[in-house]
């Protein structure tokens, strides 16, 4: 079963409750110190800014598109 499969086969509820590991490469040093400091200042894990930033950047996203329509 590949992953698509198995993730269909699981409710929303299940999904959440799994917290997927989605491992990414941080290609620049700087943006790492920078997590790191944010963390810090925050007192929020990396994932809980990883997760923040990803939601705001798909949401930026939306907007655009709805702009273009």
């Given at each position: 079963?590949?992953?698509?499969?198995?993730?269909?086969?699981?409710?929303?509820?299940?999904?959440?409750?799994?917290?997927?590991?989605?491992?990414?490469?941080?290609?620049?040093?700087?943006?790492?110190?920078?997590?790191?400091?944010?963390?810090?200042?925050?007192?929020?894990?990396?994932?809980?800014?990883?997760?923040a930033?990803?939601?705001?950047?798909?949401?930026?996203?939306?907007?655009?598109?709805?702009?273009?329509?």
């Amino acid at each position: 079963m590949d992953e698509q499969d198995f993730r269909a086969s699981l409710s929303r509820e299940e999904l959440e409750r799994r917290a997927f590991l989605i491992p990414f490469k941080v290609s620049d040093f700087a943006l790492l110190e920078r997590l790191n400091h944010y963390s810090t200042e925050f007192g929020k894990t990396w994932d809980e800014l990883i997760n923040a930033a990803l939601i705001k950047f798909m949401d930026d996203i939306e907007v655009v598109h709805s702009l273009r329509d």
